[in-house]
């Protein structure tokens, strides 16, 4: 069982950045591929971003490409997405999730996605 946790989120202004942080605990994040997905008020929830358990290979929505960077600490069983550059379009409730799949590939679907944190809030303001 993997027991993720999101934090970072807050209000910011357009054009700030942001850097949310998603830690495990239970187990070692290791051979899991973690995605970051968001959900705006009215919305599906969407993948924003993911990256292999090696960190080899990632996936960028296109609304974040240039903006958003994922990145990954496996001895500190933490994954970080970097927001720049801030929208308000990107106001939404962030969710990092883990999977054992996509060894060579993050997986893109949610329902690839196995474990789940409760979701941090991101607001940006025009």
């Known amino acids: 069982q993997v027991q993720l946790v999101e934090s970072g989120g807050g209000l910011v202004q357009a054009g700030d950045s942001l850097r949310l942080s998603c830690g495990a605990s239970?187990?070692?994040?290791?051979?899991?591929?973690i995605g970051w997905f968001r959900q705006a008020p009215g919305k599906e929830r969407e993948l924003v971003t993911a990256?292999?358990?090696?960190?080899?290979?990632?996936y960028y929505a296109d609304s974040v490409k240039g903006r958003f960077t994922i990145s990954r600490d496996n001895a500190k069983n933490t994954v970080y997405l970097q927001m720049n550059s801030l929208k308000p379009e990107d106001t939404a409730v962030y969710y990092c999730?883990?999977?054992?799949?996509?060894?060579?590939?993050?997986?893109?679907?949610?329902?690839?996605?196995?474990?789940w944190g409760q979701g941090t809030q991101v607001t940006v303001s025009s």
């Open positions: 239970g187990r070692t994040f290791r051979g899991y591929s």
């Open positions: 990256i292999t358990w090696s960190g080899g290979r990632t």
């Open positions: 999730a883990a999977t054992w799949l996509g060894g060579s590939y993050p997986p893109l679907d949610s329902y690839e996605y196995d474990y």
